[in-house]
């Protein structure tokens, strides 16, 4: 016997529309804010994730060597293929490029809880502008893309961190500007680590020019706690000189700017300031989020923030881009916890009942069963001869809304009965009206 293996996940039909009709509240958000749907490969050259995701995906990898001798991996993310492809044709596309991909992703993680080495993530980016319209866009797009699966702000919230106003507190401090990525991962940390363990990841990310470490590790401690733009400022103590001063005034400036389109919005109940965000992934240059459930597990349902380098590192003209990634795992867990799970409806508009005992009559329901088909509906029939009641059970195990009769004096007389499932009722009708009635049927029952 075979298993699926550890943290990959199988969907049997119930499943997929349980995910399906996720996928489509994610497209038609996406959609209503103009986003166009790309598919980057699977597959990837396995630089493109080592050289530009940082160090905890490194470590998660599904690497390996193809029948070429390519080191390749699977993506764990969507960002720096779409980096890429953006770049590639940067000279020729139209800005600002509003992009967004749903597709599965591939971690070698440790399976737990909303975790799996396995998931579906909805990314969407704005590639092209820098202003914080695009910021507040993006918030915006990861807001309604949640309140569309019918979540709210007693359910979820989106914290808002700033790696620029970050860079600018460890510069403060007087770190040195190569050592500020390694000490915003520590920072990533946190949350999940002892006081002590903190103070060595600190120690391992400032190398040598380490100082004063208790010192520095109760400053972070306490930026981490600023949850408004007004302890932002204050909480710099000193300037340690004026231009910093002045990128501090800046700053504030473009989170007074931020906030104030977010409420006209109308999505003010979603967002919390929290300098505690300063997202794992390297690339991050600016504002950064994540939203969380606020009820049950507490886990992150989606991440995001802008990185106005990666184009560029990648070897193409200088880029600003701002996106997010949501994962099916966790806001699936939610939807569920809250009973407000949903599924995409696949059952047949009709169910061609045929009258046991005549190949004739099945090649004539076969004949209209086709057309119908073409025309769109959503039709089924029996592949056994069996009774009528065994016919009619089926149709309502498939949650049939009609039934098509084919019977013998029905179509000796090129007519059909049409039973709505739901009601009883029966009405007689030509083979040639079927389509146009059982139209107008399905459309009164929607
Ligand atoms: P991320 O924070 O690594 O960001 O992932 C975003 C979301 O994907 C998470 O909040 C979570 O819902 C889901 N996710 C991540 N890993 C797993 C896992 N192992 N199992 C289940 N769900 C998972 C990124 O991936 C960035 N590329 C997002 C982005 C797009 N930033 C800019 N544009």
């Known amino acids: 016997m075979f298993k699926t293996l550890p943290g990959f996940r199988e969907f049997y039909p119930e499943d997929c529309a349980k995910k399906n009709y996720i996928f489509k509240k994610w497209?038609?958000?996406?959609?209503?804010?103009?986003?166009?749907?790309?598919?980057?490969?699977?597959?990837?050259?396995?630089?493109?994730?080592?050289e530009k995701s940082g160090e905890e995906i490194k470590l998660q990898l599904f690497e390996f060597v193809d029948k070429g001798g390519r080191a390749v991996a699977l993506r764990p993310e969507m960002t720096p293929s779409l980096a890429r492809m953006v770049g590639a044709k940067a000279a020729g596309i139209r800005r600002p490029v509003k992009w967004f991909a749903i597709g599965e992703n591939y971690r070698y993680e440790r399976q737990q809880k909303g975790r799996l080495r396995a998931f579906y993530q909805f990314n969407a980016d704005i590639l092209g502008e820098d202003s914080v319209n695009a910021d507040a866009e993006i918030i915006a797009l990861l807001v309604e893309s949640l309140r569309a699966l019918g979540l709210g702000s007693g359910e979820f919230k989106l914290r808002l961190g700033d790696r620029t106003m970050w860079v600018l507190f460890l510069k403060n401090l007087g770190i040195a500007d190569d050592r500020l990525i390694p000490v915003l991962s520590a920072i990533d940390k946190i949350a999940k680590v002892s006081a002590d363990t903190f103070k060595d990841l600190l120690k391992e990310a400032l190398g040598a020019a380490s100082g004063n470490i208790e010192d520095i590790s109760v400053k972070i401690g306490e930026f981490i706690k600023v949850s408004s733009i007004e302890q932002m400022a204050a909480a710099f103590g000193e300037f340690q000189s004026a231009e910093i001063a002045d990128s501090v005034e800046n700053r504030i400036a473009d989170w007074r700017c931020l906030m104030g389109l977010l409420k006209s919005m109308g999505i003010s109940d979603f967002i919390s300031v929290d300098m505690g965000i300063v997202r794992g992934l390297a690339y991050y240059t600016g504002f950064v989020f994540e939203a969380f459930q606020i009820v049950g597990t507490g886990r992150a349902l989606a991440g995001g923030?802008?990185?106005d380098a990666l184009v560029k590192k990648l070897g193409y003209q200088d880029m600003p881009a701002v996106g997010f990634?949501?994962?099916?795992?966790?806001?699936?867990?939610?939807?569920?916890?809250?009973?407000?799970?949903?599924?995409?409806?696949?059952?047949?508009?009709?169910?061609?009942?045929?009258?046991?005992?005549?190949?004739?009559?099945?090649?004539?329901?076969?004949?209209?069963?086709?057309?119908l088909r073409r025309m769109g509906f959503r039709c089924d029939y029996s592949f056994r001869d069996s009774s009528f009641g065994k016919q009619f059970k089926q149709a309502d195990a498939l949650g049939a809304k009609f039934a098509v009769i084919a019977g013998v004096d029905e179509l000796a007389a090129d007519s059909v009965k049409i039973k709505n499932l739901k009601t009883g009722d029966e009405l007689l009708c030509a083979v040639c009206d079927l389509a146009s009635k059982l139209s107008l049927m399905l459309s009164a029952q929607e």
């Open 305 to 307: 923030g802008r990185y």
């Open 27 to 50: 497209r038609a958000a996406a959609r209503s804010f103009g986003f166009a749907e790309f598919e980057p490969p699977v597959l990837e050259q396995l630089e493109l994730f080592t």
């Open 325 to 371: 990634g949501m994962g099916d795992v966790t806001v699936s867990d939610l939807l569920d916890a809250l009973n407000k799970g949903s599924s995409e409806d696949y059952s047949p508009d009709v169910y061609v009942v045929i009258a046991p005992g005549n190949q004739g009559l099945r090649e004539r329901a076969l004949a209209f069963i086709s057309e």
